[in-house]
């Protein structure tokens, strides 16, 4: 500790890029972990919407509601009104909103918005409910995301595949950057490890200090850069609404569990730079 605050501006720049190179690999990670779970939440799950020809009374909603509690693994979540609608989509547009003040009427359609569990129902039920509640004279149509829920979850694959290649590259990038970041501190005193050699210090010695400032330097740099990245999670999740089809994303941030094996995993990666690093100059 004596050292790191006498070679603080040294120890502040390698835990400045640190940061960076840890903040590239942890946003990855980040990315990753959203993509995983958006698979699994939306390949549990399917969302069905029913839109009625007119505004449907509470006696033909309960109705609806008697046939599809017929099928397995059906939830409904809500209904919602034209006027629900509109004033949903007039969030929306936002500042745009505008542009519906010159409508006679309302086109939107009443719905009725429920969730089919894939575990219980398995894929053909999505199929035979659309084609029951079609049938309605009070129903419209019936959309469902079955289709799409199979393309995304494809992509997703394949992505989840890049990511790992990808990500074993960052790593890499990151444990090189590191390395090459604590090579130029033990350079900075050099005049410092000669001199100790020349007093009959052991190579032990000399590189054990080194290798706990590294593992410092490791620690605190992942630690600035999960909170950085935090306070951009904190801001993307005000900001941004992630809608693709008929799906909603919602962003999670990094689990307890992956914090911390990411900050030992950063001590680790600050120990070998400082082994590597060390073995170079020795």
């Given at each position: 500790m004596g050292n790191i605050r006498e070679?603080?501006?040294?120890?502040?720049?390698?835990?400045?890029?640190?940061?960076?190179?840890?903040?590239?690999?942890?946003?990855?990670?980040?990315?990753?972990?959203?993509?995983?779970y958006w698979t699994e939440?939306?390949?549990?799950?399917l969302s069905m919407s029913i839109y009625f020809k007119e505004e449907p009374d509470s006696a033909v909603i309960e109705n609806i509601k008697k046939e599809l509690f017929v099928f397995p693994g059906v939830t409904v979540k809500q209904f919602v009104s034209k006027d629900d609608a509109m004033k949903s989509l007039r969030r929306k547009l936002g500042e745009k909103a505008g542009?519906?003040?010159?409508?006679?009427?309302?086109?939107?359609?009443?719905?009725?918005?429920?969730?089919?569990?894939?575990?219980k129902g398995g894929d053909n039920l999505p199929y035979q409910l659309k084609k029951r509640l079609e049938k309605s004279s009070v129903v419209d149509e019936v959309h469902y995301t079955q289709e799409w829920i199979k393309k995304f979850q494809a992509?997703?694959?394949?992505?989840?595949?890049?990511?790992?290649?990808?990500?074993?590259?960052?790593?890499?990038?990151?444990l090189f950057i590191i390395?090459?970041?604590i090579k130029l501190t033990i350079y900075s005193r050099k005049e410092e490890i000669e001199i100790l050699k020349l007093v009959g210090a052991t190579n032990?010695?000399?590189?054990?200090?080194?290798?706990?400032?590294?593992?410092?330097?490791?620690?605190?740099?992942?630690?600035?850069?999960?909170?950085a990245l935090f306070l951009a999670y904190i801001?993307?999740?005000t900001r941004i609404d992630i809608s693709i089809g008929f799906a909603s994303f919602n962003i999670v941030f990094l689990s307890p569990y992956i914090i911390l094996f990411l900050l030992l995993m950063s001590v680790i990666i600050g120990f070998i730079g400082s082994t590597i690093s060390l073995g170079r100059f020795f």
């Open positions: 070679n603080r501006l040294v120890h502040l720049i390698g835990i400045g890029t640190m940061s960076i190179a840890f903040l590239i690999f942890y946003a990855f990670i980040l990315v990753f972990v959203n993509i995983n939440k939306q390949g549990k799950t542009l519906l003040d010159g409508l006679k009427q309302n086109p939107l359609p009443a719905s009725l918005e429920i969730t089919l569990s894939r575990d992509i997703m694959e394949v992505i989840k595949i890049v990511g790992v290649i990808f990500g074993g590259l960052l790593f890499l990038a990151a390395t090459n970041t032990c010695f000399v590189k054990i200090p080194f290798m706990i400032e590294g593992s410092i330097q490791g620690l605190l740099g992942g630690a600035v850069a999960l909170f801001i993307a999740i």
